[in-house]
């Protein structure tokens, strides 16, 4: 299925960005996203992709979580760059997570 392997791709980026840029409070994320993607690899049919939809929720709580994570730097363009794929990830992951599933 190319969803699972756009959606691989995407939690890759978010998993590499959390471990180069987050701090211990992003530590339940990156366990996550590890979680998502060990099911990813395991992947057979849209039921799965169901349950890596209710994982996938779980990284956006109320505070906090992958909805607040991002990259500061003084440097506004500098900033807006690193930030793109996270928030590109985040909208591509969802679009695929609650779409036509």
Same mark, same amino acid.
């Given at each position: 299925?190319?969803?699972?392997?756009?959606?691989?791709?995407?939690?890759?980026?978010?998993?590499?960005?959390?471990?180069?840029?987050?701090? =211990?409070?992003?530590?339940?994320?990156?366990?996550?996203?590890? /979680?998502?993607?060990?099911?990813? !690899? $395991?992947? #057979?049919? &849209?039921?799965?992709?169901?349950?890596?939809?209710?994982?996938?929720?779980?990284?956006?709580?109320?505070?906090?979580?992958?909805?607040?994570? =991002?990259?500061?730097?003084?440097?506004?363009?500098?900033?807006? /760059?690193?930030?793109?794929?996270? !928030? $590109?990830? #985040?909208? &591509?992951?969802?679009?695929?997570?609650?779409?036509?599933?």
């Amino acid at each position: 299925m190319e969803k699972i392997s756009i959606l691989k791709t995407q939690y890759h980026i978010l998993l590499e960005s959390l471990i180069l840029y987050g701090d =211990y409070s992003n530590t339940p994320q990156i366990s996550t996203i590890r /979680l998502i993607l060990d099911k990813l !690899d $395991k992947c #057979k049919n &849209i039921d799965d992709l169901e349950e890596i939809r209710k994982i996938n929720d779980s990284l956006y709580p109320p505070r906090g979580g992958l909805g607040e994570f =991002y990259i500061w730097d003084n440097d506004y363009d500098k900033r807006m /760059l690193l930030n793109e794929p996270i !928030d $590109k990830a #985040k909208d &591509i992951t969802w679009n695929i997570l609650n779409t036509d599933l």
